[in-house]
């Protein structure tokens, strides 16, 4: 059972959801990512990409999901930039490569991009692991010299956090709500992720923890505790130090899918063998 719903953690209500005048400029930039938060993105079931789309969000700039591509929309996005300077929002995607040559957007370096789009930008939100803490990009020997978004990011933009390989959509969706509705970026723990998404392990919240109090364990996938929906932590299951809603949400995500948290919301976990589901004795 959910916890919390998506419109209590953002502090929305029925009526608020009514007025549709005006939409939140997004300016979504990718630099070393797979376009895995930009799928996020798009798959919110509750409140629907589509429905946000129309009425509250208006993504103005993609190198994805835009419309145009080449010219046009570069163009369309120094405009926007323009217009609507210190009101609207930069989406970052991937790791921050450490050096001009690693990754160039129609022909400019997405290093020189972020800067160029984070100084008037009311806020910067970093979706996904790698561009919130350097993510795969950063793992193991880190060639590109990735970093996370606030290497680059002006002291004096605020910027939050929302990592996940890739996030949940709705808080993706959630997130950006609450900047739009609110006219800011929603209440930040110490590591800058959104609060309320972010406030408890997966593992307080899962649906199997009662079967962890229990200590009923699945000892495989394919075990009788497993059929039974045992707790998955002598799998491996990353969930007692993953800080994510998933569960909270009631969203049906890894451990509803029958597979243990890999704990993709936290720094680093690329290195930490979470893929390897190594056993706990
Ligand atoms: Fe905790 Fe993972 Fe077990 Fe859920 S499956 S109760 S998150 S250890």
Not at 45 to 58: A, C, G, H, K, R
Not at 208 to 235: N, T, V, W
Request: aromatic share 10%; with cysteine; net charge negative.
């Amino acid at each position: 059972m959910p916890q919390y719903s998506w419109l209590e953690a953002i502090e929305v209500t029925d009526e608020m959801l009514q007025q549709t005048d005006t939409r939140l400029p997004v300016i979504w930039i990718s630099a070393l990512d797979c376009t895995g938060c930009k799928e996020a993105f798009t798959r919110s079931f509750e409140p629907s990409t589509l429905d946000t789309m129309l009425n509250f969000i208006s993504l103005e700039y993609s190198e994805l999901l835009s419309a145009a591509g080449g010219y046009q929309v570069e163009e369309h996005k120094e405009t926007i930039l323009e217009k609507y300077k210190g009101q609207y929002v930069l989406a970052v995607e991937g790791g921050i490569p450490g050096s001009d040559e690693f990754l160039m957007i129609a022909g400019k370096s997405v290093r020189e991009e972020i800067i160029h789009a984070a100084k008037h930008a009311k806020a910067v939100i970093a979706f996904g692991s790698c561009s919130a803490w350097g993510g795969i990009s950063a793992a193991g020997l880190n060639p590109t010299h990735s970093a996370d978004i606030r290497s680059i990011v002006p002291e004096d933009v605020p910027v939050a956090l929302v990592p996940g390989c890739p996030p949940i959509p709705e808080v993706i969706i959630g997130t950006l709500l609450h900047v739009h509705f609110h006219g800011e970026l929603p209440e930040l723990d110490k590591k800058l992720r959104p609060k309320k998404f972010y406030q408890t392990t997966v593992h307080l919240t899962c649906h199997r923890k009662p079967f962890f109090d229990q200590k009923l364990f699945a000892e495989s996938y394919d075990d009788e505790g497993a059929r039974k929906g045992y707790c998955l932590f002598k799998l491996g299951c990353k969930g007692p130090t993953a800080f994510n809603s998933c569960e909270a949400l009631g969203l049906d995500r890894c451990i509803s899918a029958g597979f243990t948290c890999i704990g993709c919301s936290e720094k680093g976990f690329w290195d930490k063998g979470s893929f390897t589901g190594k056993k706990k004795k």
